[in-house]
């Protein structure tokens, strides 16, 4: 790839180059071909570095190259069609190229490429009516090269062309030299087609492929309907106008593009169409057969545009489609015309950047969504770029916009007032801040509300109520859910209304992760929806049923998180969180106090084993003020898991202060329960860590007598293996052994419950210090494994630490230093159990890894670690495991 250096800046000419029929051509003869076409690029690379060129981007068969001068592009292009001519090509037939010029400014990113330059733009349109041999170039190049003409070469001006997707004809010119053919067929410009197509004012962006894919529909015999479908601002419209334009060629009785949205009868849809195509006839009934008769010989293609509102004149098109067999029919609409020959090509927002980490500036301008908002900010402040200082800022615009490209068009014409960190922070409020659109768009599309209260008229009360209802959801909804929470007064058909909400493009259905449907509104109209709940009037009565489902949520499955390690139980808190979240809020600010700490009490399973601490102290901590007017159960389960929480955090003296809280409500209220033996148990780690481990014992021996006392076997488990774990930091292996053997079988009969990762480190701690290395392994990547594909990344990172130092112990330093330095990483992220027995084992790891490596190498494979990805530092750490048993000379463990 040529660097940016290297590549020509300002007034710079481009070289476009394309095979023609180059499809055909793999079909004829694949083996043929792929020589072929090496041969043809080598040619042109050799005529274009003989005249000072460039060649910067090549897709597929097609290349792009850049000038310095007008004159070297011709002479460059003149070169390649000449050896081309020349060239014995062994196939069917030769390979003919088309080539194009033109001349803009541009300068180069700092990958080698040209990216956002519109002269770019206007060059591809018209490589695209250039004929295989035939060199086409623009006026700016012509008037450029005019001086700088090679002997014998002249100009035939071809006049002024409509190209697609251009407002501005473009004059275009070809290139007449010896040794190149000089008779073409007509340009196939807009001018030669019966088309009746608005041409776009702005470049499409990020739908190539989107585009492609209808184009390939309807060039299929038999798929005559196809229907664009989604919400308002997708851009449903300048899809349906760019495939028309490619489809030209196809339909040789033309491309007819029908505005319905000014129309609300459907009666008046047929009327639409016969006033666009010129057939004259009053009567209605009679239309039908004057339009059919105009239509059934010709191979022609409607574009009705803004269907959903007249969606009753449906069968009318159906009708249309029978009689006139070669019609083929492009649909806009935000709901399926529900036809038997439709096919449905769903329109999507734009693509986004992911959340966790951006890409260089270079990748993060090529994402769609990103791109549309340079480019239409560019717009109005010619100068506007993306930078460093700005780019997370656009990202995070861009994603709070759903990728809808209304929605950002609109956010992008606020950027002269608003810089973009300033938008950001007023993008709170969507709607208010979205309007003022330009002013020859559609009046429905000025402000993004009047586009999402376009498609609201349209529906019935009951779906209006429905829909209303929905935006109480965060980040989507079960079928279970929304009957439970919408159905306020049992008066609504919730599984009917969803399917004409999602027939209508305002609501999204997806899956959970579990097989179970999942229902979604995008949050620009959720925030129109949630506007409506509150006009209502019934905002407080729907967030309260939302808030109440989700507490029972909770509830059932802490429970049952007691008792199994489904992940499934997980994943739907995880799935729930954005709900839960907006529950949390809800509770707090309608002082709900006991109920909002009974939700986050609920909830401590999922925020500890998913390493969510700080979210999760954030609520429960409230339970410390004793002012809170709070149940002492409720209050005493919270001070329990906030303690959990602070543990995991490695915040052993709050974590002490928040289980003895905890405790004392417990024994102050007389109540023996799973929460007070939880409690203990968290406290007695808690001052182990802290080095009292007499004190830990004492609170273990106590939390056991009252497990056992309860007959709860998880419980009688969880404080054995505990016990075990304060022998081993006593030294007293014998002991630990003896607590594991007698947790083991209560353990079968529980399962591999969350505690199991723990139970697998302590039997790897007892065989390690009876000098079993192999079993040892064993029990470190069980407990790795166990944890990972259970989401717990905490003890991930202990069996890291471990497996690492026994790797530094049997002379792999450098693979200890990859999994110590990965572990510190992800210890950083989501804290950890580490073993108390293997601390000093853990530094004596990290100084014998030193040693080995020397400084320099050591830092630099402990940075190779902590860039490791989770799943890359288990997968490492599985075959480290291997490769160290191997080395013992045994056979290697079940992985």
């Known amino acids: 790839m040529t660097s940016e250096l290297d590549l020509p800046r300002g007034t710079v000419t481009f070289l476009f180059t394309d095979i023609e029929g180059s499809t055909a051509l793999w079909e004829q003869d694949r083996a043929a071909m792929r020589p072929a076409v090496e041969r043809h690029l080598a040619l042109l690379d050799m005529a274009i570095a003989a005249h000072g060129g460039h060649r910067y981007e090549q897709v597929w068969d097609a290349i792009q190259a850049a000038f310095a001068t007008a004159g070297d592009g011709l002479a460059a292009a003149i070169e390649a069609q000449r050896a081309l001519a020349r060239e014995p090509w062994q196939l069917p037939s030769p ?15 700092s990958s080698g490429r040209y990216h956002q330059v519109p002269a770019l733009n206007r060059l591809s349109r018209v490589l695209a009516v250039a004929h295989g041999g035939q060199i086409l170039l623009t006026h700016a190049t012509r008037q450029l090269a005019g001086d700088q003409l090679p002997e014998n070469v002249a100009f035939h001006d071809l006049g002024q062309h409509r190209l697609r997707d251009l407002l501005q004809p473009e004059r275009i010119f070809q290139v007449l030299a010896p040794g190149l053919p000089a008779d073409f067929p007509p340009l196939p410009s807009l001018e030669r087609h019966e088309t009746n197509l608005p041409i776009l004012l702005t470049p499409l962006i990020g739908r190539a492929e989107d585009v492609s894919r209808v184009v390939a529909l309807l060039e299929q015999e038999d798929c005559r309907l196809v229907t664009l479908i989604g919400p308002g601002g997708t851009g449903k419209t300048r899809l349906a106008l760019a495939a028309g334009a490619e489809l030209l060629d196809t339909f040789p009785d033309g491309v007819w593009f029908v505005d319905l949205a000014p129309i609300v009868d459907p009666a008046l849809v047929l009327q639409a169409i016969a006033a666009t195509l010129g057939v004259r006839e009053t009567n209605v009934s009679q239309m039908e057969h004057a339009l059919i008769a105009y239509l059934a010989p010709k191979r022609l293609l409607l574009v009705l545009d803004n269907f959903e509102q007249v969606v009753a004149a449906a069968p009318h098109v159906s009708e249309l489609l029978t009689e006139c067999p070669r019609l083929a029919i492009l649909a806009t609409s935000r709901e399926a015309l529900q036809l038997r020959a439709e096919h449905l090509a769903p329109v999507l927002p734009l693509l986004l950047p992911e959340p966790d980490a951006l890409p260089s500036l270079t990748e993060l301008a090529r994402v769609p969504a990103i791109d549309l908002f340079v480019q239409r900010a560019q717009a109005i402040v010619p100068s506007f770029a993306l930078t460093d200082e700005n780019a997370a800022a656009v990202a995070e615009i861009c994603r709070r916009l759903d990728g809808l490209p209304l929605a950002i068009e609109l956010a992008a014409a606020r950027i002269r007032l608003l810089p973009p960190r300033a938008l950001l922070a007023r993008l709170e409020q969507r709607l208010p801040l979205l309007t003022g659109g330009a002013r020859d768009a559609p009046e429905r599309q000025r402000t993004l509300r009047d586009t999402i209260d376009w498609s609201h008229e349209l529906l019935s009360r009951e779906e209006q109520t429905l829909f209303r209802r929905l935006g109480v959801f965060a980040g989507g909804w079960t079928m279970d859910a929304a009957e439970k929470i919408t159905r306020t007064g049992g008066e609504l058909d919730v599984f009917s209304g969803l399917e004409a909400l999602i027939d209508k493009s305002l609501v999204r259905q997806s899956g959970d992760g579990t097989g179970e449907p999942r229902f979604g509104l995008l949050e620009t109209i959720r925030e129109f929806g949630l506007e409506q709940l509150v006009a209502a009037g019934e905002a407080d009565e729907v967030r309260t049923r939302h808030a109440d489902y989700y507490v029972t949520l909770a509830e059932e499955t802490s429970s049952g998180l007691w008792q199994s390690t489904e992940r499934r139980l997980l994943d739907r808190l995880a799935v729930e969180q954005d709900n839960t979240r907006s529950a949390l809020d809800w509770l707090e600010r309608q002082g709900e106090l006991e109920t909002c700490l009974r939700l986050a009490v609920g909830l401590g399973w999922f925020w500890l084993i998913r390493s969510l601490g700080s979210e999760g102290r954030s609520w429960l901590e409230r339970a410390v003020a004793p002012s809170i007017e709070v149940s002492p159960p409720v209050r005493a389960w919270a001070l ?30 007389g109540e023996t329960s799973s929460g007070l033996v939880s409690a203990l148990v968290t406290q007695a780690r808690a001052v182990g860590q802290l080095g009292n481990p007499d004190l830990a014992v004492a609170l273990l021996e106590e939390g056991l007598d009252i497990a056992r006392s309860l007959n709860h076997a998880f419980l009688i488990v969880l404080v054995l293996e505990n016990l075990a774990g304060m022998a081993l930091v006593r030294g007293d292996s014998v002991r630990a052994k003896a607590l594991i053997e007698e947790a083991l079988p209560l353990r079968r009969t529980t399962g591999d419950t969350w505690g199991a990762p723990y139970s697998l480190a302590m039997q790897g701690e007892i065989a390690r210090g009876e000098g079993d290395l192999v079993k040892a392994l064993e029990h470190y990547q069980q407990a790795i494994t166990l944890s990972y594909d259970r989401g717990d990344q905490r003890f991930v990172v202990g069996g890291l630490i471990r497996i690492g130092n026994l790797a530094a112990e049997l002379g792999r330093p450098e693979s200890a230093a990859h999994l110590l330095g990965a572990a510190e990483k992800v210890h950083e992220t989501v804290g950890s159990w580490i073993h108390l027995s293997g601390l000093d084992g853990d530094q004596r790891a990290l100084e014998m890894t030193r040693a080995a490596l020397g400084d320099e190498a050591f830092a630099a494979a402990w940075s190779t670690g902590r860039a490791l990805s989770l799943h890359q530092a288990v997968t490492e750490a599985g075959a480290l495991a291997r490769d160290l048993v191997q080395d013992q000379g045994v056979a290697s463990p079940v992985i």
Not at 95 to 109: C, K, N, Q, S, W
Not at 641 to 669: D, F, I, P, Y
């Open 640 to 669: 329990m898991w906030a303690g959990a929480l602070a543990l995991m955090q490695g915040e052993s003296a709050a974590a002490v202060k928040l289980e003895e809280a905890s405790v004392a409500l417990w024994r102050e209220h």
């Open 95 to 109: 390979i003919r190229v088309r080539m194009a010029l033109h001349t803009g400014e541009a300068a180069p990113d």
